[in-house]
């Protein structure tokens, strides 16, 4: 079975994050398994905390690519420590890129939901970088609405900045979580707005799996490469629920997209 265009390298994989935080030992066996399965064409990069990189480079891990993930609150951030690992993307809060990065590293940069943002997004244009945006966590407010993620992926398309998103998004569709209560987007809404931002608001409100699927399905190869041009990624601590989601839309297939 192939991976359709539409599906590949989008989901980086943080299992050693919250709320997933599993064990280093425990996650690049899982990793490299995800990498050596049918689907690997759809798993991007294993995230790491760059604190950390150090545990992974001893001893290194043949085929293993890396996403370092730097810690906030640097406005100047200083060279990043790589420890002979295969470092292919570097993630950090703020607008200033690390020196001293091999060349073709990916940088994203979390930007701030603040009145700011647009500026900063002014900031990334013509760049080599991506902006980063966080789509949920552990309160309510960490959860972007409709209108104002519609808004970011807009701003985003216009200025021709891709983007990875974090947290929150490891389903398919837009749905309430029945224990928090909390709104968390879909990330086939998000690849359907980035498909199409004139839509976007609409497409991030869909709920219907089979409304959803046949949106996806009807998607041309250039409304696919536009989406993924832009939506470029995100990270979620199981590589195994998106799977789940779009096997039961029945969106695997090459042939369904």
């Given at each position: 079975m192939t991976v359709p265009a539409l599906f590949r390298g989008l989901f980086d994989d943080a299992a050693v994050f919250p709320p997933g935080d599993l064990p280093?030992?425990?996650?690049?066996p899982a990793h490299l398994g995800h990498r050596s399965a049918w689907y690997a064409?759809?798993?991007?990069?294993?995230?790491?905390?760059?604190?950390?990189a150090g545990e992974l480079a001893a001893p290194a891990v043949p085929g293993l690519r890396v996403g370092l993930v730097l810690p906030g609150g640097s406005d100047r951030p200083g060279p990043v420590p790589l420890?002979?690992?295969?470092?292919?993307?570097?993630?950090l809060v703020?607008?200033?890129?690390?020196?001293?990065?091999?060349e073709g590293v990916t940088v994203s940069l979390e930007l701030p939901r603040d009145e700011l943002l647009v500026k900063r997004l002014d900031r990334l244009a013509g760049t080599p970088h991506r902006a980063k945006f966080r789509?949920?966590?552990?309160?309510?407010?960490?959860?972007?609405t409709e209108a104002e993620l519609a808004a970011l992926l807009t701003a985003c398309a216009e200025r021709g900045v891709?983007?990875?998103?974090?947290?929150?998004?490891h389903n398919a569709l837009r749905h309430t979580d029945p224990v928090t209560g909390f709104e968390h987007h879909g990330f086939l809404n998000v690849l359907l707005a980035a498909a199409d931002p004139s839509r976007a608001a609409e497409a991030l409100a869909e709920r219907s799996g089979p409304v959803v699927a046949a949106a996806v399905r009807a998607l041309t190869d250039a409304q696919v490469a536009t989406a993924r041009a832009s939506f470029t990624a995100f990270g979620t601590c199981s590589i195994a629920e998106p799977l789940a989601d779009l096997a039961a839309l029945d969106l695997m297939s090459q042939e369904n997209r």
């Open positions: 280093l030992a425990e996650a690049v064409d759809a798993v991007g990069p294993f995230l790491c905390g760059a604190g950390r420890h002979g690992l295969d470092v292919v993307g570097v993630e703020g607008t200033e890129v690390p020196a001293g990065l091999p789509t949920g966590g552990l309160t309510a407010d960490a959860f972007p891709p983007y990875k998103c974090t947290a929150g998004l």
